[in-house]
């Protein structure tokens, strides 16, 4: 079995489309969907009908390390897929996932494009094909086997932003074998949205360099929220 974790924060537009989709192009799959909501969540997404494989969880902290990771302890799948509530992904990605997860790689990642059409969001979103500087975030969906995120550690709770990277920094460390799965999910453009395309790659540069050099998480956090305007409160 395949186990889908979805972290969520008042994500209830998004997972209102997200959730039935995932559930019609899983429908012959083993496939389970876990939502793992915030302790601070205040819509009503668990209330979104017409759901059969989907499962929701309140998780009593914050943070989505803290929901991933919890999500993880309740799962059934040997394989668990890391996916952002925001984030869509192609219809034949589950087949990519157990297709690269049987062969020689225990992890991976996807390519992405973004839901708005842009030359300049285009050229960002080329990157993420690539093995290279920004590789690991999580909008591009971290799959791995079970039995190697627990031997990795699972996520550090301790790491109050840019998780994934931290994740991804380890499996560097341990050799582990990934691959850059080449068919598009599509991400959400709501952050370039509210802030300029330059304003948007300046700080995601800064970040990243920051957190590379061991800035503490929770200065990198508080720094993420004064550079830039965030329309969400999920990341």
Same mark, same amino acid.
């Given at each position: 079995?395949?186990?889908?974790? %979805?972290?969520?924060? !008042?994500?209830?537009?998004?997972?209102?489309?997200?959730l039935?989709?995932?559930? /019609?192009?899983?429908?012959?799959?083993?496939?389970?969907?876990?939502?793992? &909501?915030? $302790?601070?969540?205040?819509?009503?997404?668990?209330? %979104?009908? *017409?759901l059969?494989?989907?499962?929701?969880?309140?998780?009593?902290?914050?943070?989505?390390a =803290?929901?991933?990771?919890?999500g993880?302890?309740?799962?059934?799948?040997?394989?668990l897929?890391?996916?952002?509530?925001?984030?869509?992904?192609?219809v034949?990605? %589950?087949?990519?996932i157990?297709?690269?997860?049987?062969? =020689?790689?225990?992890?991976?990642?996807?390519?992405?494009? *973004?839901?708005?059409e842009?030359?300049? &969001?285009?050229?960002?979103?080329?990157?993420?094909?690539?093995?290279?500087?920004?590789?690991?975030?999580?909008?591009?969906?971290?799959?791995?086997?079970? =039995?190697?995120?627990? $031997?990795?550690?699972?996520?550090?709770?301790q /790491?109050? %932003?840019m998780?994934?990277?931290?994740?991804?920094?380890?499996?560097?460390?341990?050799?582990?074998?990934?691959?850059?799965?080449?068919?598009?999910?599509?991400?959400?453009?709501?952050?370039?949205?509210?802030?300029?395309?330059?304003?948007? !790659?300046?700080? !995601?540069?800064? &970040?990243?360099?920051?957190?590379k050099?061991?800035?503490?998480?929770?200065?990198?956090?508080?720094?993420?929220?004064?550079?830039?305007?965030?329309?969400?409160?999920?990341?």
């Open positions: 079995m395949t186990s889908i974790i %979805i972290p969520s924060h !008042n994500e209830e537009k998004n997972l209102t489309y997200l039935p989709y995932l559930e /019609q192009i899983t429908k012959t799959k083993q496939v389970e969907i876990i939502v793992v &909501l915030s $302790a601070g969540n205040k819509d009503h997404s668990n209330q %979104i009908p *017409f059969e494989k989907t499962i929701f969880l309140k998780c009593p902290k914050n943070g989505r =803290d929901q991933m990771n919890y993880v302890s309740t799962s059934k799948g040997n394989k897929v890391f996916l952002h509530a925001d984030v869509k992904p192609p034949d990605f %589950i087949d990519n157990q297709d690269t997860l049987n062969s =020689d790689f225990d992890a991976g990642f996807f390519s992405y494009k *973004f839901d708005k842009s030359f300049l &969001l285009n050229i960002n979103a080329s990157f993420t094909a690539k093995d290279g500087f920004f590789t690991g975030g999580g909008d591009q969906c971290l799959f791995i086997n079970k =039995d190697v995120f627990f $031997a990795l550690g699972k996520f550090d709770e /790491q109050v %932003i998780e994934d990277f931290e994740f991804f920094q380890r499996m560097k460390k341990n050799n582990i074998p990934y691959k850059i799965i080449k068919n598009d999910l599509v991400v959400s453009a709501r952050k370039y949205e509210s802030n300029s395309y330059l304003k948007v !790659n300046v700080c !995601n540069l800064l &970040l990243v360099l920051l957190f050099s061991g800035y503490p998480s929770k200065k990198l956090k508080g720094l993420h929220y004064k550079l830039l305007k965030v329309p969400y409160t999920s990341k």
